[in-house]
Nanobody, 120 residues
Framework: QVQLVESGGALVQPGGSLRLSCVAS????????MSWYRQAPGKERELVAR????????GYADSVNGRFTISRDNAKNMVYLQMNSLKPEDTAVYYC?????????????WGQGTQVTVSS
């Protein structure tokens, strides 16, 4: 079955950096676009970044554009999120998921996520 395992979250000070990783299994990783979502306490889950199946096209939410970079390694079935210049409002649980038609793939379930806390 589809498995998505996120890691790399931590407590970091404002202005700091983190690199999140996600390893995927149970589907043909290289043919699907991938994404990172996040959910802050009391808020809806939101799309943060997306990357095409080849890695040639990326897109970002306005709130993270210029600070976050999404990348992938199709040989390792992994997707990454490099987060720089972190702000307290980036605090959330971060999830990766394949996307189809701009939405989470119907065959995938959310993983456990990885907690990112930005605080001094």
């Amino acid at each position: 079955q589809v498995q998505l395992v996120e890691s790399g979250g931590a407590l970091v000070q404002p202005g700091g950096s983190l690199r999140l990783s996600c390893v995927a299994s149970g589907f043909i990783f290289r043919i699907y676009a991938m994404s990172w979502y996040r959910q802050a306490p009391g808020k809806e889950r939101e799309l943060v970044a997306r990357i095409s199946n080849t890695g040639g096209t990326t897109g970002y939410a306005d709130s993270v554009n210029g600070r976050f970079t999404i990348s992938r390694d199709n040989a390792k079935n992994m997707v990454y999120l490099q987060m720089n210049s972190l702000k307290p409002e980036d605090t959330a649980v971060y999830y990766c998921i394949p996307i189809v038609g701009g939405h989470p793939a119907p065959f995938a379930s959310w993983g456990q996520g990885t907690q990112v806390t930005v605080s001094s």
